[in-house]
């Protein structure tokens, strides 16, 4: 039972267009841990937890970027971190079910959820790829009300569907009445977020924004291990500039390269490649967004290296930048390396990055919109591939005034399997949760360009090798409660499981 209900959730996630199977895929884990009278609850959650994430994080074995021994060991040791969460889970459900009883225990279930994976998403390990509610990045219509209840609220919904069709299913011969009542419950919240999700979308269909963003992406296809190669240096420079010409065919407002796009430290390389990527877009008339590899000198004898993208101007050699904040564990940074520095002589195939500590807002002016009446500047802030996973980074960008979010990121070490489909359908949840449109080139792919309702205008497959463009609003004066308050569900549920645990300190068991 407990591997069915890992097998379902793991087919409810992306690619695999079976999004609707999570709001049934737990009912086997309900049914176990009622049977079982919340008895063993850790052992339960963590078995569930290994058959969910060994699915969706098998990919982790086959980094091209290091040796496929510390690839398969970073696989089992995510696989294994990660069941942790729900052995957490399923501990505190067990717990509160034989404290208060079984009806208190299953209804536990959402709040806990909810504040267990609102809790992971923090710190060095924080982890939120595996969230129950991208398994609903496809069903525009019902998660458009994650601009009020954010990501978190919608993994409730997902819960609580489980637990309601779950008492159905067991009190249907005895107490068939109840049963109705609980199924008629779904209904009426699918039949709440339907409608307020329809009438989001027939808003936005309805308005007539004349602020228009022309915007282009170059999805260049480049083997990583080739484009460090001294030799293919002019061959990966040209094939961007050819398919940025004909990206800019028409004129562009914004233009946006992959991470790590330029083989080459351009802020030190300026006579060679910055003065001709300048040269290129001043003919072009438009700007330039590109992920880069950056440095600088702390001292004399030390620097830190910087994941970044940097924008650049028409006509201006002047470089403004962002450093990459969240960096994968293991992959970019051994964590706590710089409280134990004996960490720092690990070898794992990182990449040794340094984070940054400021999300910047890049501000451009809209050339190609000649029939605007207001305010003609584009505010856009940019995040750097792992960094879309989390709501909290890219917010930070809204709060400082960004209208619209620009995704560079490189998933060709991984190879073609569900990997850079999660995370290409990750960025839906972004546009909508703060209402602007999100242009994401990934270099191998799957780059995207989504309006700020989460639909996708244009798309590139994994592994061609093309450009994007398309014809955005502006998005101003678009601030939803979630780019407002923030992830205030996530910190409700994580108060009422306080809440619960600390009346439980006062209560013999049921």
């Known amino acids: 039972m407990l591997s069915l209900s890992g097998v379902l959730t793991i087919a409810a996630f992306p690619p695999i267009p079976l999004g609707f199977l999570a709001y049934f895929s737990l009912i086997p884990l309900i049914i176990v841990f009622i049977k079982d009278e919340f008895q063993m609850g850790f052992e339960k959650g963590f078995v569930f937890g290994l058959f969910l994430n060994l699915g969706i994080m098998y990919w982790l074995a086959v980094n091209k ?43 536990s279930l959402p709040v806990v959820w909810v504040a267990v994976e609102y809790i992971r998403s923090f710190g060095s390990l924080g982890f939120t790829w595996n969230n129950l509610c991208y398994t609903q990045c496809r069903a525009t219509q019902l998660i458009q009300i994650a601009s009020i209840i954010g990501p978190n609220g919608i993994s409730f919904i997902i819960v609580l569907v489980n637990v309601l069709l779950a008492l159905a299913w067991i009190n249907y011969k005895d107490e068939w009445k109840q049963s109705f009542k609980y199924l008629s419950t779904v209904i009426l919240l699918f039949f709440i977020i339907g409608i307020y999700g329809a009438a989001v979308l027939y808003q936005a269909d309805s308005s007539q924004e004349n602020r228009k963003v022309h915007v282009a992406l170059i999805q260049p296809n480049v083997d990583p291990n080739e484009k460090w ?40 390389n300026r006579g060679r490649t910055l003065d001709r990527i300048v040269n290129h877009i001043t003919q072009l008339n438009t700007h330039l967004v590109t992920g880069v590899p950056d440095y600088e000198f702390t001292d004399s004898a030390d620097y830190k290296v910087y994941n970044s993208t940097f924008l650049l101007r028409p006509g201006s050699h002047e470089i403004e930048f962002y450093r990459k904040i969240k960096l994968v564990p293991f992959g970019e940074y051994i964590p706590l390396a710089e409280h134990f520095p004996e960490l720092g002589n690990l070898n794992l195939g990182q990449g040794n990055f340094d984070a940054g500590t400021e999300m910047k807002v ?149």
């Open 65 to 107: 970027g290091t040796q496929w021994y510390w690839g398969t060991l970073s696989m089992i040791s995510s696989v294994l971190f990660l069941a942790l969460n729900y052995g957490i889970i399923g501990l505190i459900v067990g717990y509160i079910g034989r404290k208060f009883g079984k009806s208190a225990g299953i209804w």
């Open 229 to 268: 190669d001294p030799e293919s240096f002019w061959k990966v420079m040209s094939l961007l500039n050819d398919l940025t010409d004909s990206a800019a065919v028409e004129p562009r407002d914004l233009i946006v390269w992959p991470e790590s796009a330029t083989p080459t430290y351009l802020r030190r």
């Open 362 to 510: 890049f501000a451009i002016p809209l050339n190609t919109d000649t029939t605007a009446s207001t305010d003609t500047t584009l505010r856009l802030h940019s995040v750097v591939c792992y960094e879309s996973t989390f709501p909290y980074i890219v917010r930070k960008g809204v709060q400082k005034g960004s209208e619209m979010l620009v995704i560079v990121s490189n998933d060709a070490w991984f190879g073609n399997n569900s990997a850079p489909y999660l995370h290409m359908e990750i960025a839906r949840f972004r546009a909508i949760e703060n209402r602007i449109p999100v242009v994401r080139s990934a270099n191998t792919g799957i780059s995207v360009i989504c309006d700020a309702y989460g639909r996708i205008l244009s798309k590139a497959d994994f592994g061609e090798k093309t450009w994007l463009t398309a014809e955005l609003d502006q998005g101003k004066n678009n601030r939803t409660i979630y780019s407002l308050v923030g992830n205030w569900f996530g910190v409700l549920n994580v108060i009422v499981l306080c809440s619960i645990l600390g009346i439980s300190l006062f209560r013999r068991d049921q």
